[in-house]
Each structure stands twice: as C-alpha cells, then as structure tokens.
C-alpha cells in the first residue's frame, strides 16, 4: 500500500526517442539468499562450479551469443572475489565480445535495492536484458527480442517480456515444494496473474483468481508447465517503476505481482515469451545444482558442455566412455569410472577406487578403495583410502580422512576436515566459517569431525530460504526445519532484548527494568502468544482475541510491554503462515494489520500525547521479532508502512522510534537500511508541510 501523502518523488524516466537498438544487459551476480549455506558463507553463488566451470561463465555466454554490447554486473557481497575473477577472465581481454563490463558496487540488501540504484545513476539507455548471474541456457533470444521491441513500438506500456521454458507439469529443474503460475492471455501472450503455489498438493496449492480476468478477457491459459528463467527483457521504464515503489524487493513475487495487480492505476503490461526446444534453468537451489549439472553433463544443454571448453585454460575431451577429461589424469590399474563423470586436471585415483556420475574439480586425490557416487567434489579436494561418499558436495580443499564415511545429503565447506574413520551423517552442513549473523564460539567441534579434524556444523536459521531444504531434493535432502507457527520468526528475548533507559519517565506497563525475565513473564509470552496465534488462524473476532488476553495478563500480572510484545510475535508468526501458504510478504502483512487492526489499537494507549512511549515500544518489539528473519528487513518496511497507512501508528510514532537510540543498537541496527527509505519519504513530506505553514 502506497503512502498516504500524494507527492511523488522522483526524476523523468527516459523518453522514447532516448532509446537505441544497442542492448545492455543487468546480470544479478547476487541472489540475496541462503539457499547455498554453507558455501555461500565464503564465495558468491555466482563463483560455485558447476560441471568445474563458474556458474557466471554460463550466464556471460548466453549474454555473448544474444548480442549485448555492454553489462552491468552487481555484485552485492563478495565483491572482491567477483573483481578479481572478471579481470582474470576472457571477458576482459580485448578480444571480448562486450564493449563495457562493469562491476557495480553497492551495499544493497535486495533486488530491488539494485534496480533503484541503477535507475538512480542513470546508466540504462534502452532496452536491457535483466538476467540472474546463476542461468544455464543454450537459448537464442533473436525471436524474443524481435517480438518484445514490436510490442514496445506499438504499445510504450509494454515494458517486458519475460522468457519462460515449456517442460511439463514434472521435471527435475523444476523447485520440488513451490512452482510459479502464470495465467496468460494466448492472444497477445500478456501476462495476467502471478503466483506461487505449493507443489505437494495440499493447502495453497490453488491460484486466486479475480473474477474480473474471465469476464474482460475471452480466453486465458493457466500454466503451471514453465520453469522461469529469470530472462527478462525491459524498457527503461521497468527501472521507473522500481525506483516509485520503494516496498519492491523481489523480481517476481514484489515487482511482477505488483505491476500486474496495480494494472488499472499505472496500465503497463508484462509478456511472455515461451520456448519448448532450447535448454534454459536457474540453479537455485541444491535440487536444481543436481539437475542442471546432469543436464549438462548429459549434453542436454549443447553445447554448454564441458569439452566447449569456455574457460580460459581448460582442456576437456569427451572420451568414448561418455566422461570428460583433462590433462594429467591419473588412474589406478584397478580403478573404475563410469559414464557421466567429469574428472579435471592432475587428479589421481587410486587402486580399486570406484567413481560414479560423479564431477572431480582439479588436482583432487582419491586413495585406494574408495566409492564415489552421485558427488561433487571442486578442485582440491582430498579423500582417504576406504572411504565413501555417496549424494554430496565437497567443497574447494576438504579433506576426507581414511575410512571415512559421508552420507546423502551432506555439504562440506572449504577446507574442512574429516578425521579418520568418521561417519557424516546424512544432510549435515559442516563449515569452518562463521555467519555475521550466527555465533560460533568454536571453530572445531570433535563430534562431528572426529578427533584431528577442523570444522564444526552450520545450522540453518529457521527462517533460511526453504527452498534450500526441499525435502524431495535427491542431492541436499536437509533435515527437516520446524516451519510450523510455534517456529517460525521466534526470538528468544533472553538473546536480543532491550533495555528500558533508567533515566527515561514511562507509565509502568513499560519493559521490565530487569534484563532477566521471571517465570511468570516466559509463561504469559508463551501461553500469550499461542492464544492470539489460535485465534487469528480460527478467524476470531479481535474483541474476543482481546478479552481472552486481558485475562491472561490479569492472572499473571503482566505488562502493557509484555502484552504488546505477545500480540507483536502472534503477527509475525501468522504472517509467516500465511506467506508458506503462497502470500505475498506484502499482502500477507496487509491482510493481519487490517482484519485485526482494533486489537493494535486496544493495546496503545499514547493517541492523545505528545511523546508515543507505547508506538515506539510497539515498533521496537516488531524489529527484535523480525531481525532473525533473512528477509525481516523487507517485512519491517511492510509493516512500518501498513501500521502508518492504517493509521495505527502516527508519524510522529514512526519518527520517535526511528530516533530512539535502541532501535539501531546491536542486532537491531541490522534492518534499518531497508526502513531509511520510508523514513526520508515522512520526514520530507513533514518539511514539506511546515514549509507550507510558513509561507501561509
């Protein structure tokens, strides 16, 4: 929802006749996920190999073979890493196919934060490819591209065309727990209705349509048989509409979602450009690694293979067995290697080692008797005599000690170690590297490396991309996360609370001056909390989800803090359902605040004065609940926006939280860049005002 002050802010958007038929490309090198953790914790998605080639090169090559003259790569993290590869690459030398590759740098948090940043330097002159640093493809975009700049010519409001993949209902590229719909006019291939459902087939897994598309529109396909190649290609103006809807974040469920439902008001349209017989699939997530490296591998997406040979310096052949070879490759008499591996430079096998559908980087060491099957170890990677690791990823320079055993599922990062005769169990994360948001006291944890190894576990927050942990990944089948109500966004207090300033005049409904909760206090919270959890799924009326809380905070003496800190963890926890069952973040924040809005305001009581103790309270519980969520920052935003929109939490709230030294201290501080925008937006239109006050 829009903010309620009607100025609009911001620069002309490139006219028509700025444009020419030179083609850009933004390629999004970072994902801003955690789908690859650990890995991820160390390198950038966009440097993971697949088949030994960076996942980047497949990208720039599809871009080469479509004619873009000049990229824009955003890095996001890791930007040093992704720098010094470039410069190392054929893509630099003189003889590259681009006129300009240049990295941007900026300390965004999202998609959208890039597109925002881009359009505010102004480095788009016309028709642009948006693509993600992680695509496979062997597509030839001319016909996409010829059609796209014939709608744009007729119609200035179609803006893009995204180019979608026609594989069936099933397919192994294909996320195994949600799958994107898109319902399609056929007669003019425009995109009508966005939405992601959930494959299993149980709850959520229904489009909601507005009835209003079958009566304007006489026939429409829906279509749940496309893989979306995150291949988009755009007007300038695409980056106009980023840059007015600062609450944008995601290229699909935020921008797609919003441009459609927001037709009537802005009138652009989005096309569809479906292929059915050339390769193209995102590698995001371990199912997908799994599937595109086999397709690879397999030749289904010729000839991005590895005997191509895209890399500078590597010398792959395809042998008569149907593996691929470098140089220097050393096997053991009795050694075996089937069909479908791929074995890089100075690699070793030793006697009677069995290596199957497996990919080995480059001067990997494999002693005698192991088993390798359905792997994938990066280069330098070192493995025991007898040891045996079935359905893994081994990453860059582990060692896998003699005797060892490493079961499905399990991902070892760089550099770990496993000592001898130890057993990883299966979908085990183990890194030697900390999170900046998780704390590791210890950097070698003996009962998961054995005694002599390095390396502790990683465990995931249970707010991580859940695509991540697709229980039908055959490669990375993790242990299953609780996603339920009672687990999802939850933040001990004892971790992250703040402290009431002794100093500071507060009614006594105020936080407890003590850091420590008592007995009563764990038991309100909780008892609290899963009552107005009930009653928001059940549907309740909120006077009577407020009656029954009152009585829990009489019988145990709690807090007005302790009340709104209840009602704030039941909100987000519900939002959380409410976005597994295929709501947008935005929508779902938008339907809670204002089907429950009389229970927010039951709990406020500073309307009618000057300080607002309980709407900075309000507000600080909601950021300590959010700063453990990977996209709290986004939800924050939302919320900040619906809460001011509804009237809930007055400007001058919004803006005493925002200057309260609390909500930028520690852990707090994590999600502030995200809201700064919004806050600007008050604070400038506030000036705007007492400007208008002064001159009358």
Same mark, same amino acid.
């Given at each position: 929802?829009?903010?309620?002050? +009607?100025?609009?802010?911001?620069?002309?958007?490139?006219?028509?006749?700025?444009?020419?038929?030179?083609?850009?490309?933004?390629?999004?090198?970072? +994902?801003? /996920?955690?789908?690859?953790?650990?890995?991820?914790?160390?390198?950038?998605?966009?440097?993971?190999?697949?088949?030994?080639?960076?996942?980047?090169?497949?990208?720039?090559?599809?871009?080469?073979?479509?004619?873009?003259?000049?990229?824009?790569?955003?890095?996001?993290?890791?930007?040093?890493?992704?720098?010094?590869?470039?410069?190392?690459?054929?893509?630099?030398?003189?003889?590259?196919?681009?006129?300009?590759?240049?990295?941007?740098?900026?300390?965004?948090?999202?998609?959208?934060?890039?597109?925002?940043?881009?359009?505010?330097?102004?480095?788009?002159?016309?028709?642009?490819?948006?693509?993600?640093?992680?695509?496979?493809?062997?597509?030839?975009?001319?016909?996409?591209?010829?059609?796209?700049?014939?709608?744009?010519?007729?119609?200035?409001?179609?803006?893009?065309?995204?180019?979608?993949?026609?594989?069936?209902?099933?397919?192994?590229?294909?996320?195994?727990?949600?799958?994107?719909?898109?319902?399609?006019?056929?007669?003019?291939?425009?995109?009508?209705?966005?939405?992601?459902?959930?494959?299993?087939?149980?709850?959520?897994?229904?489009?909601?349509?507005?009835?209003?598309?079958?009566?304007?529109?006489?026939?429409?396909?829906?279509?749940?048989?496309?893989?979306?190649?995150?291949?988009?290609?755009?007007?300038?103006?695409?980056?106009?509409?980023?840059?007015?809807?600062?609450?944008?974040?995601?290229?699909?469920?935020?921008?797609?979602?919003?441009?459609?439902?927001?037709?009537?008001?802005?009138?652009?349209?989005?096309?569809?450009?479906?292929?059915?017989?050339?390769?193209?699939?995102?590698?995001?997530?371990?199912?997908?690694?799994?599937?595109?490296?086999?397709?690879?591998?397999?030749?289904?997406?010729?000839?991005?293979?590895?005997?191509?040979?895209?890399?500078?310096?590597?010398?792959?052949?395809?042998?008569?067995?149907?593996?691929?070879?470098?140089?220097?490759?050393?096997?053991?008499?009795?050694?075996?290697?089937? +069909?479908?591996?791929?074995?890089?430079?100075?690699?070793?096998?030793?006697?009677?080692?069995?290596?199957?559908?497996?990919?080995?980087?480059?001067?990997?060491?494999?002693?005698?008797?192991?088993?390798?099957?359905?792997?994938?170890?990066?280069?330098?990677?070192?493995?025991?005599?007898?040891?045996?690791?079935?359905?893994?990823?081994?990453?860059?320079?582990?060692?896998?000690?003699?005797?060892?055993?490493?079961?499905?599922?399990?991902?070892?990062?760089?550099?770990?170690?496993?000592?001898?005769?130890?057993?990883?169990?299966?979908?085990?994360?183990?890194?030697?590297?900390?999170?900046?948001?998780?704390?590791?006291?210890?950097?070698?944890?003996?009962?998961?490396?054995?005694?002599?190894?390095?390396?502790?576990?990683?465990?995931?927050?249970?707010? /991580?991309?859940?695509?991540?942990?697709?229980?039908?990944?055959?490669?990375?089948?993790?242990?299953?996360?609780?996603?339920?109500? +009672?687990?999802?966004?939850?933040?001990?207090?004892?971790?992250?609370?703040?402290?009431?300033?002794?100093?500071?005049?507060?009614?006594?409904?105020?936080?407890?001056?003590?850091?420590?909760?008592?007995?009563?206090?764990?038991?309100?919270?909780?008892?609290?909390?899963?009552?107005?959890?009930?009653?928001?799924?059940?549907?309740?009326?909120?006077?009577?989800?407020?009656?029954?809380?009152?009585?829990?905070?009489?019988?145990?003496?709690?807090?007005?803090?302790?009340?709104?800190?209840?009602?704030?963890?039941?909100?987000?926890?519900?939002?959380?359902?409410?976005?597994?069952?295929?709501?947008?973040?935005?929508?779902?924040?938008?339907?809670?605040?204002?089907?429950?809005?009389?229970?927010?305001?039951?709990?406020?009581?500073?309307?009618?004065?000057?300080?607002?103790?309980?709407?900075?309270?309000?507000?600080?519980?909601?950021?300590?609940?959010?700063?453990?969520?990977?996209?709290?920052?986004?939800?924050?935003?939302?919320?900040?926006?619906?809460?001011?929109?509804?009237?809930?939490?007055?400007?001058?709230?919004?803006?005493?939280?925002?200057?309260?030294?609390?909500?930028?201290?520690?852990?707090?501080?994590?999600?502030?860049?995200?809201?700064?925008?919004?806050?600007?937006?008050?604070?400038?239109?506030?000036?705007?005002?007492?400007?208008? /006050?002064?001159?009358?």
């Amino acid at each position: 929802m829009a903010p309620k002050a +009607s100025k609009t802010k911001g620069k002309p958007k490139p006219q028509e006749e700025l444009r020419d038929d030179s083609l850009q490309a933004v390629v999004l090198a970072d +994902s801003f /996920e955690s789908r690859f953790t650990p890995f991820t914790l160390e390198r950038p998605r966009c440097l993971l190999p697949l088949a030994n080639t960076p996942l980047i090169e497949y990208t720039l090559e599809f871009l080469a073979h479509a004619g873009v003259q000049d990229i824009l790569l955003s890095c996001g993290s890791y930007t040093e890493q992704v720098e010094e590869y470039i410069s190392a690459s054929k893509w630099k030398l003189s003889t590259s196919p681009f006129k300009t590759l240049v990295l941007l740098k900026s300390d965004a948090t999202s998609v959208g934060d890039v597109m925002r940043d881009i359009d505010n330097r102004g480095l788009i002159t016309g028709d642009f490819i948006l693509v993600s640093g992680d695509v496979v493809t062997n597509l030839s975009i001319e016909s996409a591209l010829a059609r796209h700049r014939q709608r744009r010519d007729k119609d200035k409001n179609a803006i893009m065309t995204m180019v979608l993949r026609e594989v069936g209902i099933s397919h192994r590229t294909k996320a195994a727990s949600r799958k994107p719909v898109f319902v399609i006019n056929p007669t003019n291939d425009r995109c009508l209705h966005y939405e992601e459902i959930h494959a299993s087939g149980k709850s959520g897994s229904y489009v909601n349509l507005d009835p209003d598309l079958l009566s304007e529109h006489a026939e429409i396909e829906v279509r749940e048989d496309l893989i979306d190649c995150y291949i988009d290609i755009c007007t300038p103006d695409v980056l106009g509409l980023w840059s007015d809807n600062f609450d944008y974040q995601s290229v699909r469920t935020s921008f797609l979602f919003g441009v459609l439902k927001d037709y009537e008001l802005n009138g652009k349209t989005i096309h569809t450009h479906v292929i059915a017989d050339q390769y193209a699939a995102r590698v995001n997530s371990f199912r997908a690694y799994d599937a595109v490296s086999r397709d690879v591998t397999e030749r289904w997406a010729y000839p991005l293979c590895p005997d191509s040979n895209r890399v500078r310096g590597q010398a792959y052949e395809y042998t008569r067995n149907r593996t691929y070879q470098e140089s220097r490759i050393s096997l053991g008499r009795t050694s075996k290697v089937t +069909s479908g591996c791929v074995l890089g430079r100075d690699t070793a096998i030793g006697e009677g080692t069995t290596v199957s559908n497996s990919t080995l980087g480059r001067n990997c060491h494999v002693g005698r008797g192991a088993q390798i099957s359905d792997s994938y170890l990066w280069d330098n990677v070192t493995v025991g005599d007898g040891s045996t690791i079935n359905k893994a990823i081994i990453a860059e320079g582990a060692i896998i000690g003699k005797g060892c055993t490493v079961q499905a599922g399990a991902l070892l990062s760089y550099n770990v170690r496993i000592a001898d005769n130890t057993t990883v169990p299966a979908f085990r994360k183990i890194t030697r590297a900390k999170s900046d948001q998780q704390i590791a006291t210890k950097r070698i944890d003996t009962s998961v490396v054995g005694e002599g190894g390095e390396g502790f576990e990683y465990l995931p927050k249970s707010d /991580e991309d859940s695509d991540a942990s697709d229980s039908f990944n055959p490669v990375h089948r993790e242990r299953r996360a609780s996603i339920s109500a +009672s687990s999802v966004s939850t933040l001990h207090s004892e971790e992250l609370d703040y402290e009431e300033p002794e100093d500071r005049s507060r009614r006594a409904s105020a936080i407890s001056e003590t850091s420590d909760e008592s007995a009563p206090s764990k038991d309100f919270h909780a008892e609290a909390t899963a009552s107005i959890l009930d009653g928001l799924q059940k549907g309740h009326l909120p006077e009577n989800i407020s009656l029954e809380l009152q009585a829990f905070r009489m019988t145990l003496n709690a807090t007005e803090h302790e009340v709104r800190r209840a009602v704030v963890a039941a909100f987000v926890k519900r939002i959380a359902n409410l976005e597994n069952n295929s709501t947008g973040a935005r929508e779902a924040v938008a339907s809670v605040f204002t089907q429950y809005k009389t229970l927010i305001e039951r709990i406020l009581f500073d309307k009618n004065s000057e300080e607002k103790p309980d709407q900075v309270d309000f507000l600080l519980c909601m950021q300590k609940e959010l700063v453990s969520r990977e996209k709290g920052g986004s939800l924050l935003l939302f919320v900040a926006k619906e809460v001011y929109d509804l009237e809930l939490i007055e400007e001058e709230g919004i803006l005493q939280w925002w200057a309260d030294g609390r909500s930028s201290e520690g852990a707090l501080a994590k999600h502030r860049g995200v809201v700064q925008q919004f806050i600007t937006f008050l604070e400038e239109a506030d000036e705007d005002d007492e400007s208008e /006050e002064d001159e009358d």
